[in-house]
Every structure is written in C-alpha cells, then in structure tokens.
C-alpha cells in the first residue's frame, strides 16, 4: 500500500520554483527572486538541511539564481509559473521504492491554465530518476494535506469545486485520496481563506505538526477577513475527534488590490529547519514562536513574503520535497 510521509519526515531534496517571466513578474521579479533565495538558504542551513533543486524556466533566471549564491542545484525546466507544490508530483513510498504521481492540472479552476505547468510534475520525475505514475484525477498538491499516520485534511471549496473533477462525487474523490496516498481517514474543512485564488487550498489554512495533531489558526478580532473561515474549520475539526492546536492568524493584510490571503500557515517543515512566511503584521514574532514550539528539533524562522505573495503564494506553494525512502 503507498504512504505519503509526513512533511516532517526526513527529505533527500527539496523543488523549488524561481520566479522566472518578467512579464509575470514585473516589478516584482527581482525582489521575488530575493525572497526565494533567502528562502532556499534558510532550508539548506548551511548544509545540515536537504539539497535544495532551484528550479528556474530559463537560462536568464538561472544566472541570477547562480549570483544570489544560494548553494543549491541550478536546474532549468520549463515551467509558467514556480508554485510546484501544485504542479509538482506526489512522492509516495511503495513496495520499497519511490513513486511519483503525477495529477492532472488544469490551471487552478481554468484560471491560470498553462500546458506547461501540466507537464511539469513529469519533468521534475524523470530528472530525478523517479518512476512516473500518471493520475487521471485533477489535484494540487496544496489542497491537500497528510499527518503520515492515515490521517488526510483538505477543503470543501477545493476539491469539491465543479471547476476541478465535476465528474466525481465527494465519495469517489476521498476514495481515489484513500488509495493513492495511503491515508485512512479525510477530514474535510469547509471554505479556504478570502481572496485564496487556489479556490481554498488547505496548506493556508490548516497543517499538521504531528501525527494526530492538527494546527489551525485563530482570529485576530472581528476585522480578520477569515475570522468565519476559521471558527467553521475548529468546529468541523472538533466533530471530527482530531486534536488541534493554535497558531495566530496574521489578520487583516492588504496592499493595492485590497485584502490578502496572508497565512503563517504556509510554512515549509525542512530536515533541519521551518520557515515561517511573515507579512509584517502585529502577530508574525507571535506566529514564529508558536510554530518554533511546535518543531524544538529545527531552526524555526520567519521571513517576509510580500513580493512572491504578489504571485498568489508563499513558501509551501512554491516547495515540493523529495522524500528518503
């Protein structure tokens, strides 16, 4: 039977997409970029934490890849846009090997779609030697979420959405979930966070720090744009018998085109380090420490997000580990 591990299990490398379009961009390519080197160097921790695999879709990003000296592989694949925990494959481990699986996209909903990013989770397979196992079902990988003892959470807003597999019904989808990951058991959360273009993927909203354990975040007052979001998902969470834990919720962020999907959620669990995406908000010191409690064994940090949010999301979305076996 295949096991998804858990994020926290040791990893032998990590994908990460490196904002590479200047016409996707903009202003923003540059500073994105910045981010996402900080973010690749905080994951390597002088190399105590996994191989860091930047992936850049062409040769212009990969020379500034190679002079912000992250350390890490350069590899240049196509690719629309570096959010590769969605278009990324699966690794599963079975019958003692690693299998990648490789779901259909179609652009989030049909709202970004790219024949690029569809092939992607193969390109990333094959350069890593792994054997491909091509899913017929339209998944991303944020929408989804698995504590690596049988337990699976996701969204209502995701999965069920006519806009991804409108052709299958809630028990088939948890059905498929059940056999391709290994999981037992599907908590299913309602709405994701306003503004979330991903149509509510569950790695803004709710993580697992453990097995059994489940982190959720909490309001910041009656302003948080989420505060309805986020007492529905501790009510479904507590019918459904799991043990949660709180994490602040960054509240109310905006920039010029209004409120944001701002979320400590999107955090990356390393071998040897977590990083936290910061909004510069009252809470993020707050966020890094309750998250830092939760993972003594690592280096836990916080750092900003602003630019590569700009594209839509942060630090898990743009990551997909490769697990040992």
């Not at 994908?15 to 390597?44: H, K, T, Y």
């Not at 779901?103 to 792994?130: E, H, M």
Request: proline residues 8%; hydrophobic residues 45%; charged residues 20%.
């Amino acid at each position: 039977m295949p096991q998804f591990p858990a994020e926290w299990s040791p990893h032998s490398a990590v994908w990460i997409g490196f904002p590479s379009d200047p016409n996707l961009w903009l202003e923003d390519l540059e500073p994105a970029q910045e981010q996402v080197a900080a973010f690749a160097r905080a994951i390597r921790a002088d190399g105590k934490g996994e191989v860091v695999r930047l992936i850049c879709a062409n040769e212009e990003a990969a020379e500034r890849a190679v002079a912000l000296k992250i350390g890490a592989e350069i590899h240049i694949l196509p690719f629309f846009d570096i959010w590769l925990r969605d278009t990324g494959p699966l690794m599963v481990r079975e019958e003692g090997a690693l299998l990648a699986l490789d779901y259909r996209g179609n652009g989030w909903g049909g709202k970004y779609p790219s024949p690029l990013d569809d092939a992607i989770g193969g390109l990333l397979a094959v350069s890593a030697n792994l054997p491909i196992s091509p899913r017929s079902m339209i998944l991303e990988g944020g929408a989804i979420d698995l504590d690596g003892a049988g337990l699976l959470v996701t969204t209502e807003q995701c999965l069920l959405n006519p806009n991804r597999n409108p052709m299958l019904t809630r028990p088939e989808i948890e059905a498929q979930l059940l056999i391709d990951l290994g999981a037992t058991r599907v908590l299913w959360l309602g709405d994701g966070l306003f503004g979330d273009h991903t149509d509510g993927h569950v790695d803004n909203l709710a993580r697992f720090v453990a097995p059994s354990l489940l982190a959720l975040p909490e309001a910041d007052g009656t302003n948080d744009p989420n505060a309805d979001v986020y007492a529905d998902a501790w009510a479904r969470a507590k019918d459904f018998g799991v043990k949660t834990t709180p994490l602040p919720s960054p509240g109310r962020v905006e920039n010029d085109e209004g409120i944001v999907a701002a979320s400590y959620m999107n955090f990356y669990v390393g071998n040897a380090a977590v990083v936290v995406p910061t909004h510069g908000a009252p809470n993020d010191d707050a966020a890094v420490k309750a998250i830092a409690a939760l993972f003594p064994d690592r280096l836990v940090t916080g750092l900003p997000t602003n630019h590569i949010l700009t594209g839509g999301g942060s630090f898990h979305c743009i990551s997909q580990q490769v697990p040992f076996l």
